[in-house]
RNA sequence: GGUGCGAUGGCCGAGUGGCUAGGCUGAGGUCUGCAAAACCUCCUACAGCGGUUCAAUUCCGCUUCGCACCUCCA
């Protein structure tokens, strides 16, 4: 089934076919790690996780790159505030940030680069820039782009040079450039940047932020690849000054598809650093929301339309996902081992449904009504004790490939944990009451259990005791 | 000022020129000693005003409101 996406480039929905070898190369613009990222930030990587995800389902291979950015104001600023070597500061919040992405059960990207091991790629993007009369030098040591003179410049982000004018935040426009589109490609040291400089054929200094994007898509993707992702505001100015210089290097093509996510909200606003309106993975977990549930309301919502963060949002992903839980248990307590045969009649278009929604521009939600769906027909069989051993475990195996796109089914999985002896035997002690029918005995039996942080649930096959 | 995006039932959130999205919550019901789970029903939604059409929540225009970007930003 064919994959349409939406391309910024174009605004409008295409279909995706791999450039090459039946692979997608991906560039996915990663954190600056000067800090621990907030929720608002995993946002754009889940729908990164969720995009390669949905790629490798359809069967088709990935290579995805993400950044790290490790050289920029923050990342230096925060060195020299701590008295730390760049790398010593970043190492916590790099490491951070990769026990976050698996805490939201994000699938490793293929490559991480870091802007720092990568400046001699940056300097030779720079030479060939020169070569070609796009870059030039200002008084003050750094190197800049010169916009007017790459045509096309403004074609993601469907600007119009001659209109560009400074917004709110440019009011202290210090650099010394020629125009005022220009941005830095390298610059030039300061006493700001401390011990933080490279050498280069332009003097001391380190690399304008755009540019390592560029020299290290190139490098592990070659001079055109298939897609590049990132936040909506990346889309302007860091993608459109990634395209110009790239192009303006190659002169070819620099990438078939950009997509790009809307922002996380809280209370209808921007979720960001800035405003101070953000939670970190870390903080929602300490106050005991899983990973799982996390990640189950960053995928509810289309990524290209902005998500209200809420608690409630929270609540409601755990009561879901329980629901979930409790259909997969009563499935493979019915399958009991059996060899996935086949699909029940219901379920004969589930995947087609399933697939239709998330190769047509990443509809998740769509397809968690599927899923939902799937799961009301599964319990209404399961409970009418329609479906064979067979059945049971074809539908359990079609839920772990729904899951290969979601991450969300089976990842922190409550697992049943063996029943202590102690708890075991007030079990069985209740069993006894309810054969005498001694009811009050066994409400009480209840009680306790619940104190001890055991549900037990009567059923036809008897008992069912499970840790709260 | 420029450029985009959006407004869907109590909440969240898809989608569509006519046919049930889905989840959560609330109410009622079936089952059950009770509870839980499951299932069923209901709370009959598409900002406002015009227009196109046999038919508009969906297309067009205007209005109102909101969000984002306009060189730190996911």
Known sequence: MKMNFYNSLTRAKEEITPLEDNRIRLYTCGPTVYNFAHIGNFRAYIFEDILRRVIRFNRIGITQVMNLTDVDDKTIRGAISRGVSLKEFIAEFVQAFFEDLRKLNIEPAEYYPAATDHIAEMIALITKLFDNGLAYKSDDGSVYFSVGKLPGYGKLAHLDREKLRAGARVSQDEY??????????????????????????????????????????????GETFDMHTGGIDNLFPHHENEIAQAEGATGKPFVKTWMHCAHLQVNGEKMSKSLGNFFTLRELIEKGWSGREIRYVLINGHYRQPLNFTFDALDAARVSLARIDECLDALSAKACGAASGQLPEFADRTEAGFTAAINDDLNVPGALAVVYNLVRESNVAVHADKLSAGEAAALTALFNRFDEVLGVINFERRVDEDIPCAIQALVDERALARSAKNWTESDRLRDELAARGWSVRDSKEGQKVKKI
């Open 176 to 221: 010394e450039k020629e125009s005022y589109g220009d941005f830095a490609l390298w610059k030039g040291w300061d006493e700001d940047d401390g011990e933080v400089y490279w050498d280069s054929p332009w003097g001391r200094g380190r690399p304008g932020w755009h540019l390592e994007c560029s020299a290290m898509a190139m490098k592990y993707l």
